[in-house]
């Protein structure tokens, strides 16, 4: 929302990146990427700086954010790490994991970020750009999926001008972000860890660094919602959505996966990876589910994922993309 009513593209060369972190530092919002999706940060420190993300977003409800940090030394000084948020911390900053930690008394991360509860999320992403940002600002960064409220998160600097054109101050266009699917977070409030979404890190790398199993997500969120945010629609695109498909119904378009199911006469097809392989099929999918609504299909067919590792993040962010709204 500047002047031309359009927002600054901006490189992640030296200047781009003293722009986006002066811009940051002054209290605007900046989408930036990280090697999950792209995220519109804002100082989370500033009240005022975190309500322009929800204002952009037009998210109905104050979720809480994830707070980004560049180094794990800055992040653990917001939060109380137990044993085991230490050791996934070690292991997983950074990286594509996010920590639901007791915010601790030095947290700068402010009530409004973190939607008045007394835990905080924190993450140290793993990619240069993300963190050469985030070491200028020296402070917190709040940042959500840089998309619409509702939307598919956005995975390259084009979709986030799709959805927040003008409505953020600048976007930092780092090219395609690898990982494609969010950070998985994992909440440490005392007693055994919770997987609270599944992400780019995967129940089982965090099992081999915990030694134990962790409970299922669906299982978490029946008991308790804590993640506000993590139920119901999200994820959406416009078009309906059609999971496990093994065979295309004329005039759908289709999510294919390992050349299955076959579609001859579809008016749109993608598949999120011709040789089944789960990392290519997360990298691809938000993309795939914008290029498929675009051709107006009133149906998208997916076909069956695999449950195993990035599978199960993959399969969540279908089963919300199918949720009725
Ligand atoms: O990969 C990612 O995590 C991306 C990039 C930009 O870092 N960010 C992202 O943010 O996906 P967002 O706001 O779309 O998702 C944050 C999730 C939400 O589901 C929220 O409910 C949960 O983290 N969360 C944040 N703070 C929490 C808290 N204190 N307790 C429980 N859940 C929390
Ligand atoms: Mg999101």
């Not at 500033?46 to 204002?55: E, G, K, L």
């Amino acid at each position: 929302m500047n002047d031309l009513g359009s927002s600054l593209r901006l490189v992640p060369d030296a200047d781009g990146l003293a722009e986006a972190a002066r811009l940051l530092s002054a209290g605007r919002t900046v989408a930036f990427p990280t090697e999950t999706v792209y995220g519109l940060g804002a100082d989370a420190s500033d009240p005022v700086a975190v309500a322009r993300i929800y204002a952009a977003k037009e998210r109905p409800s104050f979720n809480p954010l994830i707070a980004h940090l560049a180094e794990t030394a800055a992040a653990k000084a917001q939060g109380v790490f137990d044993d085991a948020a230490s050791r996934l911390a070690g292991a997983f900053w950074p990286g594509p994991l996010t920590l639901v930690v007791p915010a601790g008394p030095a947290c700068t991360v402010c009530d409004l970020a973190r939607a008045g509860l007394a835990s905080v999320a924190l993450r140290v992403p793993g990619n240069a750009i993300a963190r050469d940002l985030l070491a200028r600002v020296g402070r917190p960064v709040a940042a959500p999926s840089a998309n619409r409220s509702g939307r598919v998160s956005p995975t390259c600097a084009a979709h986030v001008l799709a959805d927040l054109d003008g409505r953020i101050d600048a976007v930092l266009d780092g090219g395609t972000a690898p990982v494609g699917v969010e950070s998985t977070v994992v909440a440490c409030l005392g007693g055994p860890p919770r997987l609270l979404r599944p992400g780019g890190v995967t129940r089982a790398e965090l099992e081999r660094v915990l030694g134990y199993a962790l409970a299922g997500v669906e299982a978490e969120n029946a008991a308790a919602p804590i993640g506000p945010g993590l139920l119901a629609s999200h994820y959406a695109p416009r078009a309906r959505v059609r999971l496990d498909a093994t065979t295309a119904v004329f005039a759908e378009a289709v999510l294919r996966f390992g050349g299955v199911p076959e579609a001859t006469e579809a008016p749109a097809v993608f598949d999120l990876s011709p040789t089944g392989n789960l990392a290519e099929a997360a990298a691809n999918l938000f993309s795939a589910l914008r290029l498929l609504d675009a051709s107006g299909a009133e149906t998208i067919a997916v076909a069956p994922i695999p449950r195993g590792g990035l599978g199960e993040a993959i399969n969540d962010r279908l089963r919300r993309a199918a949720a009725p709204r």
